[in-house]
């Protein structure tokens, strides 16, 4: 810590926070499930129902057929409500890698690889083959091209400067109709510089650890992306100018050459025979199964970490998935600040089967509600059968904002609420 004496009677005290470390993340809801895109077992905040769909995305098409996870009619019907934030842990049945891009240069470099050598490789955050918009341009549209996916573009590039721009398009865009995502201006390949591109975009990765049960970031640089992050910059150009203030010719090919192309490379499929809504079974849960769940059921347990109200984990229910269901309640209970909303049965199940199941829980940290509800899927206007742990956050919402007494929202068919059970 530095004073100053600025003036008799004023004082200027420097305080270091650089040591400060990391406050908890808070947030109002919490929910465990898959998605369609998004990163993969890294607990993110979203803040509305557009930013969940820009990070997580919304439909998607399966055996011909288009359907959504159930994490996201939950989310949508939560904001709806006025929720402000949740906490999203996307969970998959099997490895996913992100996809990734070869931006190349002018030239070669110093150590004399070939012309064709990348000035640097960008990552997607996502991760999932959903995001891999990799194919031949046709009349300046990329056929593999989705809204979930990107592109990308150096649409500017200075030698006597070293700099350039780079922009992030969305993948179904075309060259006359632009849906720029990003944009970044006067990037530079000099580590040593303030505009370096991976200080400006970000080069961290997180990925977490089961043993350790933590999410661990490797990297030098914060993502400032919501898309993309560097993965490494192939063709660095330290100290670009010499003393006169001229760009050195050694350097000069190592600047990205301005044109557009796609990303690929990615891995994980959304699993084909995966049964949606009320045709969840024991086996076979929005195409996860129970252990898929495991690990960030077990990572937001750790209240030093994250912190939020409630947690919610649709498509799980306790009659078929009893070890997630009593890992929830046993971490909820350790935990100590927060509520388990857990469901029971599976659709269609009788009263016996879900108070027999209810019986079984007796604690003041879970709640469950009952009976299945009809709700409108939001992305795609049709009436689908949703466990109530999909809208009991959105009451809960609902209620801390105006205090009412009770809310549905929009879509359910209130005629079908039927019983409450808490337990």
Do not use: C, H
């Amino acid at each position: 810590m530095a004073e100053t004496l600025i003036s008799p009677g004023v004082l200027a005290r420097e305080n270091d926070f650089s040591q400060v470390t990391q406050q908890p993340v808070t947030v109002g809801a919490a929910i465990v499930g898959p998605t369609v895109k998004g990163p993969v077992n890294i607990p993110t905040i979203v803040t509305s129902y557009s930013d969940f769909v820009s990070k997580f995305g919304s439909s998607f098409v399966s055996g011909g057929d288009t359907y959504s996870y159930l994490t996201s009619i939950a989310a949508y019907n939560y904001f709806l409500a006025g929720g402000e934030t949740m906490l999203v842990a996307r969970v998959t049945n099997g490895t996913y890698t992100a996809a990734t891009a070869s931006i190349n240069s002018l030239g070669a470099n110093l150590t004399g690889s070939s012309p064709e050598a990348p000035s640097f490789v960008l990552e997607t955050l996502s991760k999932g083959t959903i995001m891999n918009s990799t194919s031949t341009e046709a009349s300046g549209v990329l056929p593999s091209g989705s809204a979930d996916n990107i592109r990308w573009e150096i649409a500017t590039a200075s030698t006597s400067s070293g700099t350039f721009s780079l922009l992030v398009r969305r993948g179904d865009d075309s060259i006359n109709n632009k849906i720029i995502l990003e944009t970044w201006n006067n990037l530079s390949l000099d580590p040593k510089q303030p505009n370096y591109i991976a200080k400006v975009i970000g080069d961290q990765v997180q990925n977490y650890n089961s043993s350790t049960n933590q999410v661990e970031v490797s990297g030098s640089f914060p993502n400032a992306s919501r898309y993309v992050r560097v993965k490494s910059v192939n063709l660095p150009t330290p100290d670009y100018f010499d003393n006169t203030g001229t760009a050195k010719a050694i350097f000069k090919p190592s600047i990205p050459v301005v044109g557009s192309g796609s990303v690929g490379g990615a891995s994980g499929s959304l699993g084909a025979g995966a049964r949606f809504y009320d045709q969840i079974s024991s086996a076979n849960t929005q195409g996860m199964a129970g252990s898929d769940y495991t690990s960030m059921m077990n990572l937001l347990a750790n209240k030093d970490d994250y912190q939020y109200n409630v947690l919610v984990t649709p498509g799980l229910y306790r009659a078929d998935y009893g070890t997630q269901v009593a890992l929830g309640i046993t971490n909820t209970i350790e935990r100590g600040d927060a509520i388990y909303v857990a469901d029971m049965v599976a659709f269609g199940q009788s009263i016996t089967a879900i108070t027999t199941q209810a019986g079984g829980v007796d604690n003041s940290y879970v709640a469950t509600y009952w009976p299945w509800v009809q709700i409108s899927d939001p992305d795609l206007g049709k009436l689908v059968w949703v466990p109530a742990s999909i809208v009991i956050p959105a009451v809960y919402a609902y209620n801390d904002r105006v205090g009412a007494e009770w809310f549905a929202p929009a879509g359910i068919n209130r005629g079908g609420l039927g019983t409450v059970i808490r337990a």
